[in-house]
Each structure stands twice: as C-alpha cells, then as structure tokens.
C-alpha cells in the first residue's frame, strides 16, 4: 500500500480565505466529457469538412464515422450558426476550404495605380517585363505550398523594397490534386482579378503524390495511372494559363531533391510535367532546383558546395530548406527574372 | 501529439481514466503510465522511443554504480562517465553537425581537406529537457542528495508525458516522491487546472499567434522593407510571443499534471517585471536557470573564487545555455549577451556594495530599472529569433537609421493593446485569478464543461487555423 500524498491546499490571501472546492476524479471525468463533447457538436461540421480533406486512409474514415452523426445532430440544433457567425464576425468565411492560411492577407491593387488591362485573348508570345517605378511597384506574388511559403519570405530580401510589393501566399499541405483541400485555380483567379500580379512564383507539387480529386471530394483520377500523368499536366497548364492570360509572367520553380529516394519517381515525373508546360509556354521560365542542389553523384545532400566553401542548406527533414537554402533558391528565381523577362537588375536589392 | 489538438484531448480522458482505475495499484499503475507517455512521445516518431528508453537505462545504470562505490575518487569517475554517456545522444543528435560544419569550413579555408563526415540529423523532440533531467539523476546520487530509484520510477520520472517533450526540468526530488505515493482522487482542484489549461491555451493559441503573423513575422522577414518604430514594436512583440507561447505551454503542462494528481514547479515568474538581468533569469525558464546554476555555474566554482573566475564562470554558464537552446551562431551570441549583461550586473553589484551607493531605490528608479531591463531583453531577443546573425544586425540597423523609412502599416492599435495588456498583466496581483478559480471551482459539474467548452470556443475562434508548434519544442 503506498502513502497517501498531502492535499493541495490554496494559500489564504489579502481578499480573505480562498474557498476552492475540489472534485473526485470521476466527477472530473464528466467535467472533460461535457466540455469535449459541447465542443465537437460545435465544430462537427468544421471537423467532418477538415477530415474529409485528410489523405485516405483509416484515420480519415474513422474521423468520418464519428463526425457525420456529429454533425448531423448539430445542424439540427443550429449549432453551427453559432460558430458560422462568430467567424464571419471576424471576416472568415465559415464555408472555406480547409487549407492552411497563407502568410499574408491578400492585398488588393490600389486605384490610383494605372494598371494595363488583362488581354482580351490569350497570351502566345513572350514580352519583356515591365519597368517597376516607386510610384507603381512591382506586383510579385508567391503561390504554393510550405516550399513557397518558406521561399516568399527569401524573396522579398532579393527585391528591392521601394520597387517592388511582394504578397507570399504560400499555404502549408496544398497542392493541385486535392482541390476539395485548397482550390488553386479558384485561388489564383481570385489572385490576378484583386492584385494583378506581374509576376507570379510558383512553387508547388510536394503533397501531390495522390490522387486526383474534383472540388467536391470525388477521386477522378487514381495516383499511378496513365490518366494521372495526362490530368496533372492539365491542371499544371490550365493553372500556370490563368496567370499568363491574367497578364502576369511565370516562374515555375520545380521540386528539389528529396532524401527519401521512393519518392523520386513521382516528383521527378512532376518536374517533367513543369518543364514540358513551361517550355511551351510565353512569359513563363523554369528554375530547376533538383541537379541545382544534388550532390557531384546525383544523390541527396543537405551541403551545398561552391566555391571551395560548404554549407548547410537544407532542413532535417529532408525536404524543406534552411534559410541559406531558401536564399540561394531566391536569388535563382530573382536571376532568372532578369535573364529571361529583361527585368531591370536596379529591382534588384545589391 | 500536440497539447491544442484533438489528438491529445482524446488521449488525455483515456489516460485520465486509466490512471485513476490503477490508482491504488502502483506497479501497473506505473508499467500503464510509462506505456501511455512512451505512445505520447511514438507520436512523433516512432524510432526515437528507442533513445527515450536509453538515456533512461543510462542513467539509472550509472546512478546504481555511483551508489555501489564508496570511495569518492571513483564515485566521481563513475558520475562523469554516467553524465558523459546520458548527454553522448544530446551531443551526436544536436551539436554534432554544427561542430562538423564549422570545423570543415574553417579547415577548408585553411586549405586543409579533413573529410570529417557532414551530417544534418533530426533533432528528437524533448531531448533536452529528458537529457537534463536524467544528467540532474545521476549527479544528485553522486551527491547523496537522492538515493537510487527503482527502474520504474526512473522511466516513469523521465517520460512522463506533461514534462516530456518541453519541460518543466523537474528534479529528481520533486518527482520521484511523487511516484511513490497515491495520489488522492477524490479532491482534484479542476478549476485551478483549467484556469491553467485554458489560460494556456489562451496565450499560445491567440496572443502568441496573433502578434507573430501580425507584426513579428514580417518585422524578421525582412526587416529593411519595415520603420524603425516597426521594428522596435516588432521586437517588442516577439517578447509577448516567446512568453505567451513558452509559459502557455508550461501553464498546459503544470495544469495537466495536477489533474493527474502531480505538483510541477512553476517555470515562469512574471519574467517582464524584473529589474535586472539576473532577476530576469530569475523568472524566465526557471526550472533550466536553476539547472544551469546547480549542474554547471556552482560545479564549475561560482562565485567562490573571486571575481574573474566568477565573471568568468557566468559566461560559460551563459553561452552553453544559449547552445542549450540551438546549435547556431545566433544562440551563441545570445547567451554571449546574457552573460556580459550578467558580469555587468555582478561588477555593479560588487561595485555598490563597496562605495554602499544605492541604498533604497525610489519608485521612479525601480520602473527605470524594469523599462531599461526589458529592453536589454529585447535586445537579446533580436538574435534568438532572427535567422541568422546578418538579419539580427539589419534590424537593428533599421531601429537606428529606419526613422525615415515609410513602413509597412504593422503597427496598428490591437497590436499596441496587445503588448500592453501582456506587459501589465506581469504587474496584476495574484489574488483575482484565485478568486476566479474559487468561484469556477463552486460551479456543478455540467455548467463548468459547458463553461470550459466555451473557452475552447473562444480561443478556436479566435486563433488562426492550424497550430503552430510551441516554440521550445526545436530546443
């Protein structure tokens, strides 16, 4: 039989004894329940929605078959007019995908700056870049997933910041397969009507090794298949065609070299599928990321050596970049920006 | 597993449940808790459950040979090598690469090609603070300040999953006794632990969140795109956000434990409110500035051998436990900064205690002294956050050549309100949140779920989609 430990006894204070009542564990037990159990059948339907975006699999089904009843009670109480008010109070939409946030609120072009309008038809000859002033700025803005999201905040220190406005949209596990997720076509359409970019970063792909979904959840295409090869490459067009016809210029950056080698057949498929559109492409360029930082074997290294010097550029789970990793993917991007769209070097910072 | 997720809330009640019905039964009550603390810990990844295990044979193998040993000469001997053998993982996993790197670049400079292998490793989550606290076992034992612990109780001691993965550093004498007893189920103070939890979720979820990507994430971005006033609020914001996101996190981990029926000691001590940097240090991550002084400051002599050693002993002390919390040039500089500020502090000290200057301090002064105290902190803080040393030296330089620069409208009024309060609410007395909790803890059972639902309501909704990780789970 083990000893008994003394009470926790709250100190008496200057406002009087404290008077705190106590409770049996099993009390608190139903203390935990209630109070879990108000809050799911508040965000039932936000739940049942964030898991219906989850990659399939057995944690996506069992969250399903405890959220739908779930969430099927609370809509007969009206719970969810309780948190779908408080988010739009605080200017969310209650209905949006579930995607991550991007870093920044996207900023709507200002009306005094002339903007020259979308073409009316779409784009098939490469044109130079325009010349930024300090008056109307260089509208640069980065899509994508945490690669782009890591990569934005690099890019803005290779911009000169009187010539340029840079809006890092990146948001975390989105990608263009799973368009019940995060819909990237929706997004960037939102993207060139409200900020009329004049150029465009891309960095995405890392989460679309699955398969293709419609917006609404159904799987039209299976990962593996012919079709998926022939679909992505669509949605890569059709995607990087929304900015182009929106008046903006391109640049694609590809996936980099992974350490997990099974996932190389698939993303070095990607890259293909990006090269290919963007060859193909006006006002669009490539930035290769793969060989770029490969090992003198081809092999995955976290080091980049140039130089004679050595250094760490990427981060310990081997996909992401450090942020001397993200630097040299910026100053890439910034470099291909000036040799391929003749932009002044002067928008440059250095 | 994440304290804000749904992950954990599930896990908990389980866990709760459990670790009631064993209650009076302490073998499987312990072989049950280990076993959840250990899935707790698998949740991130599996593989490293592995080391979680060795560190804690380690050290309990070492601390049964110092205790076998008499003579004090190889209880020492012992002691250092059970030390030397618990920190090898903390070591390979966390410096190694670092000191790899650096040593190559600075060979290859030097025209000299080494071929030291280059490796960049996956930093275990909480290997740190089990690390420590393992070192913490065996050098009490060695101290015949504690007694050796049977193995169950030193695996349960450094698994246990509140303190697991970001501390508090418990003590072996604050824990361990702990394991010993039964806890008493029928008088749980669930208010005191909500207030705790919610409280903590509240700091993390919201304010930390909130002033990150409002102010402080652009602010380190890049900080030449942003005024000076911009940068001096973001700095001052980052201050708010490492407080709210570390001390919710201790606050969640304190208020779980006592649900369990266990006492943690508290970690933070309304740090802003110091009036100098060692008060500081006094009431920022406590459990690690009481480590640092007991396991590193006093062994390496203190302040017994005069003044030089002693200032320089408070630099060792401070540097390593800026590596402690990074293997990175910036941490280095940091806890560089900290021990100078701290030498500083000891010459004045020593310097007034001397000409006997200073004697009462008036109210005026002490305010200066905690305005002039939290600046130098913020000035510290600068190098913690910022990525490397060249971003940490442009924000600076913009905070003094900035005055002129347009800014990037971050400054709004909330963001101003939101510093305030954090900072007042390091001056407001004690007694109101005990009063609230009284009063929660006279609520039946059903209303204070549905109020605790609330809460968790109120900080969904207000929080951004998506956790963060806290902060110190990367050191």
């Known amino acids: ?350 | 597993m994440l304290f804000p997720t749904v992950d954990f809330a599930i896990f908990f009640c389980l866990v709760f449940l459990g670790h009631w019905l064993l209650n009076p039964r302490p073998v499987p009550w312990k072989l049950f808790m280990i076993a959840a603390s250990y899935v707790f810990y698998a949740w991130w990844n599996v593989h490293f459950v592995w080391l979680l295990a060795g560190v804690s044979a380690i050290a309990q193998v070492s601390a049964i040979v110092v205790a076998r040993h008499d003579d004090e000469r190889r209880r020492r001997w012992a002691m250092g090598i059970g030390v030397a053998a618990t920190l090898a993982p903390l070591a390979y996993f966390k410096y190694y690469g670092f000191f790899s790197l650096n040593l190559t670049r600075a060979m290859e400079s030097a025209g000299i090609h080494a071929g030291l292998p280059l490796v960049n490793l996956i930093l275990p989550v909480g290997l740190s603070f089990f690390s420590f606290m393992a070192v913490s076992y065996v050098v009490d034992v060695y101290r015949r300040q504690f007694e050796v612990a049977g193995w169950l109780d030193v695996f349960l001691y450094l698994s246990l999953f509140p303190h697991l993965v970001a501390g508090p550093i418990v003590r072996p004498d604050e824990l361990i006794p702990q394991l010993g007893v039964r806890r008493d189920p029928r008088h749980l103070d669930v208010a005191g632990a909500g207030y705790l939890i919610f409280g903590g979720l509240f700091k993390k979820v919201v304010i930390s969140s909130y002033l990150a990507t409002a102010i402080v994430d652009p602010v380190f971005a890049d900080p030449t795109r942003v005024s000076a006033i911009e940068a001096i609020v973001g700095v001052w914001a980052y201050a708010i956000v490492i407080y709210s996101d570390f001390s919710g996190y201790t606050d969640i981990a304190i208020g779980v434990a006592k649900l369990l029926g266990f006492q943690f000691p508290v970690n933070f001590d309304r740090p802003y409110s110091a009036r100098s940097l060692r008060d500081f240090w006094r009431r920022w991550h406590i459990t690690l500035s009481r480590w640092l002084r007991d396991y590193l400051y006093f062994p390496l002599g203190g302040s017994r051998k005069g003044p030089r050693r002693t200032y320089v002993n408070i630099m060792i002390t401070m540097v390593l436990g800026g590596l402690w919390h990074g293997a990175a040039w910036p941490m280095v500089i940091w806890g560089a900064y900290h021990g100078a500020g701290q030498c500083v502090g000891a010459w004045r000290r020593s310097h007034t205690k001397t000409t006997g200057a200073g004697s009462v301090p008036t109210p005026g002064r002490i305010w200066l002294e905690r305005a002039a105290t939290f600046n130098l902190v913020c000035l510290g803080w600068v190098f913690f956050r910022a990525d490397t040393v060249g971003t940490a030296f442009a924000l600076l330089r913009q905070v003094v050549t900035g005055w002129g620069t347009a800014g990037s409208g971050l400054v709004s009024p909330l963001v101003l309100f939101v510093i305030a309060l954090m900072l007042a609410l390091q001056f407001a007395p004690h007694e109101p949140a005990e009063i609230l909790q009284d009063r929660i803890s006279a609520l039946r059972p059903w209303v204070m779920g549905v109020g605790f639902a609330t809460a968790l309501f109120v900080i969904a909704t207000l929080g951004p989609q998506g956790v963060a990780p806290f902060i110190y789970f990367q050191f």
């Open chain 1, 1 to 350: 039989m083990m000893p008994e430990m003394p009470r926790d006894r709250p100190p008496n204070g200057r406002f009087g004894a404290h008077r705190r009542h106590t409770m049996p564990a099993g009390r608190v037990l139903g203390v935990m329940l209630v109070c879990l159990l108000v809050w799911t059948l508040l965000y039932a339907p936000t739940l049942k929605r964030a898991s219906e975006a989850q990659p399939f699999g057995t944690r996506r089904m069992v969250s399903l078959w405890v959220l739908r009843p779930l969430a099927g009670i609370s809509d007969v109480f009206q719970l969810t007019k309780v948190t779908d008010a408080a988010a739009r109070a605080l200017g969310r939409d209650p209905g949006g995908a579930p995607g991550g946030q991007a870093p920044d609120d996207l900023p709507t072009i200002d009306p005094n700056v002339s903007v020259s309008p979308a073409p009316d038809e779409p784009v098939t000859r490469s044109t130079p870049m325009r010349r930024p002033t300090s008056d109307n700025e260089l509208r640069i803005v980065v899509v994508g997933d945490s690669l782009a999201a890591g990569l934005g905040v690099y890019l803005e220190r290779e911009f000169r910041p009187s010539l340029s406005r840079i809006s890092k949209q990146g948001r975390i596990s989105t990608g263009l397969s799973r368009l019940d997720y995060f819909d990237w076509f929706s997004a960037m359409g939102q993207i060139e009507r409200d900020f009329r970019p004049d150029l465009v970063i891309v960095m995405i792909g890392d989460n679309d090794n699955q398969g293709l979904t419609s917006p609404g959840g159904q799987v039209v295409t299976p990962i593996g298949s012919f079709e998926w090869t022939q679909g992505y490459r669509d949605r890569v067009d059709t995607f990087t065609r929304t900015a182009i016809d929106g008046g903006s210029h391109v640049v694609w950056v590809g996936l980099p070299i992974v350490s997990e080698k099974d996932r190389w057949p698939v993303m070095q498929r990607q890259n293909d599928i990006f090269r290919q559109v963007i060859r193909t492409t006006p006002n669009a360029v490539y930035v290769d990321t793969w060989d770029r930082f490969a090992a003198a074997d081809g092999d995955y290294t976290p080091f980049y050596r140039h130089e004679g010097q050595v250094e760490l550029i990427r981060a310990t789970d081997g996909l992401h970049f450090n942020p001397r990793g993200y630097q040299l993917v910026a100053q890439a991007v910034a470099q291909a920006v000036v040799d391929e769209f003749e932009l002044t070097p002067r928008a440059l910072n250095g």
